[in-house]
């Protein structure tokens, strides 16, 4: 299968008009400094505004229904999805026909030792 190559810019604010109201399907792995793997979570909502500055603004659905949720700025992260019904593991939910998937990994930030005093 081949995958064409991705045209957009960093930001291409034509394509961040079009998403408000699009169903985003969210793929959030949590990792630990050194890469090892605290959790992975699947969330899903409806684009509310998409801004260089706000990033991709969700209304969660399903079980989060009603939370809020910020997405990173990143529109070349966005992926079309594949018509049909996506099923979320860790929650049983279903997904019907989700306009796009997204992915992020979040790594939490090295401990850094204590200042020293002189």
């Not at 979320?88 to 279903?94: I, M, N, Q, R, Y």
Request: proline letters at 12%.
């Amino acid at each position: 299968m081949n995958k064409k190559p991705d045209t957009r810019g960093p930001w291409d604010a034509a394509f961040a008009s079009m998403l408000p109201g699009k169903l985003l399907l969210v793929g959030l792995t949590y990792l630990e400094a050194d890469g090892t793997l605290i959790d992975k979570q699947q969330i899903f909502g409806r684009v509310l505004s998409a801004t260089p500055q706000g990033g991709i603004q969700l209304r969660l659905e399903g079980r989060r229904g009603g939370e809020r949720y910020v997405l990173p700025p990143d529109l070349q992260a966005l992926q079309k999805a594949k018509p049909g019904e996506y099923q979320l593991p860790a929650t049983g939910e279903t997904v019907p026909d989700p306009d796009y998937t997204i992915v992020f990994s979040i790594r939490k930030r090295p401990d850094r030792p204590p200042p020293t005093r002189h």
